[in-house]
């Protein structure tokens, strides 16, 4: 799926978000919440480190997999 809407969430990246990292911070969201951020291959790996580090980290699914009750 080619979407030049959907940008990398690392700061200052401006390539497009192909991959799609859902995670859930439980001390805010419910068990089922789903929050996304997008990156582009370049940053899918720190991003998602990141994110692990903080046992947020749910998933990793390219960007067209996303459902609609993501985000």
């Not at 080619?2 to 940008?7: C, G, L, R």
């Not at 990246?13 to 805010?28: I, Q, S």
């Not at 940053?43 to 947020?56: A, G, M, N, T």
Request: charge should be neutral; proline fraction near 7%.
């Amino acid at each position: 799926m080619h979407n030049p809407e959907i940008i990398c969430s690392a700061k200052g990246c401006r390539a497009e978000g192909v991959w799609a990292l859902r995670w859930n911070n439980p001390k805010l969201h419910t068990p089922e919440r789903r929050k996304v951020w997008t990156a582009c291959d370049e940053h899918r790996v720190s991003l998602s480190e990141f994110l692990d580090r903080r046992d947020f980290l749910k998933d990793v699914v390219p960007v067209g997999d996303l459902a609609p009750t993501d985000g």
